[in-house]
């Protein structure tokens, strides 16, 4: 059977198990040449393209539910679900999704982008059904080092327990998570691989040794596995651990569900994989370079990405001041491995794994150790409540880098760094901040560390920013608390922060406005000084923020002026209780009603 004639899952129930495996091998090359085009997440995909076959071959979707965690490892569902047709507009704008997405397929029954969720999914998954008397499996696949994060304990803590409910926990295990999984599960996690590696072991010798020699090792291996079973973290949960198995050996995939099918009380199979599968340099990629790979760029890059220049800086300021870094999961995305290597004694990878960075930085900080956390402003969100309770209320000197704020383009709508000023604006004590450019990153940063004696935000965008480092031109200069003026005119009185102001001096000089453009990179708290001086002008105020506008900077400067009564007129440019999608990060600029044109218009209208 062709790739191409299967439209959806029942299409492949008829293969035979050589069929089957032709079919994995047509899948992985169709995902190799397309993924290289389009960017998206390689390994992950190439990883588990027998297990999505199998569990497809197996069950019945969309009566039998398969939840993915984060979803971004699900490539091979949804090509057997058909959207192989599709595949050339992964990621692009009005295109398909990188994740599990409700519109795209009744196939998608969760969506997520965030780790660890799958496991709560799957358990109201199987209360709704129960409620609705509805027939039908419900599978989860979880990595081996989302399953480490706190939510996923949570949810395991309860299934387990409960006898009446039966639920499918297929444990993805390639001892990766974007770098090198860590932390003890991972460790236990190793104990059960090595009853692999015994197994493999007997296969070799069989045709080899005489039988009673045999007899003797299949005894060893059962004592180990018993012994290893014993120990086994989900049976001790209550769960029945079927394991470790090859998850890329299709037909023992296939031979292991079909039993579990018939099991009745929830089950954890664990399965061996190699992230990678199939593409040699991503194979043997143990840092994470190839976990997600980006489309080819056909520009010439400028400067570096804010993450590697935040990075840098930080590296710098050890000349200072030693801190501690704790990051949770990401440091390939925020660029430390450089810094790692250097300061290892000086920097933990906590995991998946936000909520509890967010404590540790907390008591950390408590006990006087300057300390780094940088976050993705949309994970961030995880750890509202610890940033709040242990960090801000107590007004404990973290240092937070929120990366990759605003739009974020490819990954989409659970990805987007929308709401981090909203949602630390509520927050006490905090100073939220922003930088216009590399030199004002470097000052705020060595701000936040040496002048501030509160939780203190620096947020950066996705993209990249004019840096030279072969100059290595890092230097620290004192900055004041204050918004500073780009340019003074007579004219509208334009406030934004980050880079986004270059879209405002562009316009201002393309409408020739003799504008005052306003840099405000104190978020909060806000400049009063600055804002009496603009209100006082009695010209039009302008704010524009790439961000949510409920609770973010335009409103606080609407309670300003109604405090002091200033009634000069004034707009705004946001994003308004809205879910933005995926695509090209100029394209959601111009859908947003947000890019360089949206603005001429709307000032047009508004002068
Ligand atoms: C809350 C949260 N933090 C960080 C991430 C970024 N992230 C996406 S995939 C991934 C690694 C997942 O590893 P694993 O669960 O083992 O799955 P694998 O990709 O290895 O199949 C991470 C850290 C995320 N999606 N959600």
């Given at each position: 059977m062709n790739l191409k004639d299967i439209k959806k899952p029942s299409d492949i129930k008829q293969l035979n198990h050589k069929e089957l495996k032709a079919l994995a091998l047509e899948i992985r090359s169709f995902l190799i040449e397309t993924i290289t085009k389009?960017?998206?997440?390689?390994s992950s995909n190439l990883g588990t393209v027998e297990l999505i076959l199998a569990m497809h071959y197996v069950f019945n979707s969309p009566e039998d539910v398969f939840i993915f965690d984060?979803?971004?490892?699900a490539y091979t569902h949804k090509i057997l679900t058909g959207r192989l047709d599709q595949f050339?507009?992964?990621?692009?704008t009005k295109g398909l999704s990188g994740y599990m997405n409700y519109?795209?397929?009744?196939?998608?029954q969760w969506e997520s982008?965030?780790?660890?969720t799958a496991l709560s999914a799957l358990l109201g998954t199987l209360y709704a059904k129960h409620l609705k008397h509805e027939k039908g499996e419900v599978v989860a696949v979880i990595g081996d080092a989302s399953i480490t994060n706190g939510m996923a304990f949570e949810a395991l803590n309860l299934l387990g327990s409960d006898p009446k409910t039966k639920g499918i926990i297929i444990?993805?295990?390639?001892?990766?998570?974007?770098s090198k999984s860590v932390g003890s599960i991972s460790k236990a996690l190793t104990k059960f691989r090595s009853m692999k590696v015994v197994m493999k072991w007997k296969r070799i010798w069989a045709n080899i040794l005489p039988a009673f020699i045999l007899r003797f090792l299949s005894r060893v291996k059962r004592g180990i596995r018993g012994f290893l079973q014993r120990q086994n973290i989900f049976e001790d949960l209550g769960y029945m651990y079927v394991g470790?198995?090859?998850?890329?050996?299709l037909i023992s995939l296939i031979h292991h569900l079909k039993r579990i099918q018939k099991v009745k009380k929830s089950v954890v199979l664990h399965i061996i994989t190699e992230k990678g599968k199939g593409h040699v340099e991503a194979e043997n990629?143990?840092?994470?370079?190839?976990?997600g790979v980006s489309k080819p760029s056909n520009g010439i890059k400028q400067g570096i990405s804010w993450s590697e220049l935040i990075s840098l800086n930080m590296q710098k300021i050890q000349e200072h001041l030693k801190t501690f870094v704790i990051m949770p999961a990401m440091e390939i995305g925020a660029q430390f491995s450089e810094f790692a290597k250097k300061y290892a004694d000086r920097y933990?990878?906590?995991?998946?794994?936000e909520e509890h960075a967010a404590t540790m930085a907390a008591a950390l900080a408590h006990h006087g150790v300057p300390v780094f956390l940088p976050l993705y402003s949309t994970f961030s969100q995880r750890a509202f409540d610890q940033i709040l309770n242990d960090i801000c209320r107590s007004n404990h000197h973290v240092v937070i880098g929120i990366d990759r704020s605003g739009i974020v383009g490819e990954d989409g709508s659970t990805h987007q760094g929308l709401f981090d000023v909203s949602m630390f604006y509520v927050m006490p004590n905090i100073v939220i901040t922003m930088p216009y450019d590399a030199k004002e990153a470097s000052n705020l940063l060595y701000y936040g560390f040496m002048k501030q004696k509160n939780p203190f935000v620096i947020r950066y965008p996705r993209g990249t920013v004019l840096f030279d480092k072969a100059l290595d031109l890092i230097t620290f200069e004192e900055i004041e608390p204050t918004w500073s003026k780009l340019k003074t005119g007579p004219g509208i009185q334009m406030i934004s922060y980050g880079p986004s102001l270059d879209l405002l001096i562009k316009v201002d000089l393309e409408m020739k406005l003799s504008a005052s453009i306003i840099n405000?990179?104190?978020?909060?708290?806000?400049?009063e000084a600055m804002l009496h001086e603009i209100m006082k002008t009695g010209q039009r105020i302008f704010v524009y923020e790439e961000?949510?506008?409920?609770?973010?900077l335009y409103p606080q400067i609407l309670k300003f002026m109604a405090k002091h009564q200033y009634h000069n007129p004034i707009s705004n440019m946001s994003i308004t209780d809205q879910i933005v999608e995926h695509g090209h990060y100029k394209d959601m600029l111009k859908i947003l009603e947000m890019d360089f044109d949206a603005v001429v218009k709307h000032l047009q209208k508004f002068i």
């Amino acid at each position: 059977m062709n790739l191409k004639d299967i439209k959806k899952p029942s299409d492949i129930k008829q293969l035979n198990h050589k069929e089957l495996k032709a079919l994995a091998l047509e899948i992985r090359s169709f995902l190799i040449e397309t993924i290289t085009k389009t960017g998206g997440h390689l390994s992950s995909n190439l990883g588990t393209v027998e297990l999505i076959l199998a569990m497809h071959y197996v069950f019945n979707s969309p009566e039998d539910v398969f939840i993915f965690d984060v979803g971004h490892q699900a490539y091979t569902h949804k090509i057997l679900t058909g959207r192989l047709d599709q595949f050339d507009t992964l990621r692009q704008t009005k295109g398909l999704s990188g994740y599990m997405n409700y519109q795209e397929s009744e196939h998608d029954q969760w969506e997520s982008g965030h780790a660890g969720t799958a496991l709560s999914a799957l358990l109201g998954t199987l209360y709704a059904k129960h409620l609705k008397h509805e027939k039908g499996e419900v599978v989860a696949v979880i990595g081996d080092a989302s399953i480490t994060n706190g939510m996923a304990f949570e949810a395991l803590n309860l299934l387990g327990s409960d006898p009446k409910t039966k639920g499918i926990i297929i444990l993805n295990d390639n001892e990766m998570s974007i770098s090198k999984s860590v932390g003890s599960i991972s460790k236990a996690l190793t104990k059960f691989r090595s009853m692999k590696v015994v197994m493999k072991w007997k296969r070799i010798w069989a045709n080899i040794l005489p039988a009673f020699i045999l007899r003797f090792l299949s005894r060893v291996k059962r004592g180990i596995r018993g012994f290893l079973q014993r120990q086994n973290i989900f049976e001790d949960l209550g769960y029945m651990y079927v394991g470790p198995i090859d998850g890329h050996d299709l037909i023992s995939l296939i031979h292991h569900l079909k039993r579990i099918q018939k099991v009745k009380k929830s089950v954890v199979l664990h399965i061996i994989t190699e992230k990678g599968k199939g593409h040699v340099e991503a194979e043997n990629d143990k840092v994470g370079t190839f976990h997600g790979v980006s489309k080819p760029s056909n520009g010439i890059k400028q400067g570096i990405s804010w993450s590697e220049l935040i990075s840098l800086n930080m590296q710098k300021i050890q000349e200072h001041l030693k801190t501690f870094v704790i990051m949770p999961a990401m440091e390939i995305g925020a660029q430390f491995s450089e810094f790692a290597k250097k300061y290892a004694d000086r920097y933990l990878d906590v995991g998946i794994a936000e909520e509890h960075a967010a404590t540790m930085a907390a008591a950390l900080a408590h006990h006087g150790v300057p300390v780094f956390l940088p976050l993705y402003s949309t994970f961030s969100q995880r750890a509202f409540d610890q940033i709040l309770n242990d960090i801000c209320r107590s007004n404990h000197h973290v240092v937070i880098g929120i990366d990759r704020s605003g739009i974020v383009g490819e990954d989409g709508s659970t990805h987007q760094g929308l709401f981090d000023v909203s949602m630390f604006y509520v927050m006490p004590n905090i100073v939220i901040t922003m930088p216009y450019d590399a030199k004002e990153a470097s000052n705020l940063l060595y701000y936040g560390f040496m002048k501030q004696k509160n939780p203190f935000v620096i947020r950066y965008p996705r993209g990249t920013v004019l840096f030279d480092k072969a100059l290595d031109l890092i230097t620290f200069e004192e900055i004041e608390p204050t918004w500073s003026k780009l340019k003074t005119g007579p004219g509208i009185q334009m406030i934004s922060y980050g880079p986004s102001l270059d879209l405002l001096i562009k316009v201002d000089l393309e409408m020739k406005l003799s504008a005052s453009i306003i840099n405000a990179r104190f978020i909060k708290p806000i400049d009063e000084a600055m804002l009496h001086e603009i209100m006082k002008t009695g010209q039009r105020i302008f704010v524009y923020e790439e961000g949510s506008d409920t609770g973010s900077l335009y409103p606080q400067i609407l309670k300003f002026m109604a405090k002091h009564q200033y009634h000069n007129p004034i707009s705004n440019m946001s994003i308004t209780d809205q879910i933005v999608e995926h695509g090209h990060y100029k394209d959601m600029l111009k859908i947003l009603e947000m890019d360089f044109d949206a603005v001429v218009k709307h000032l047009q209208k508004f002068i």
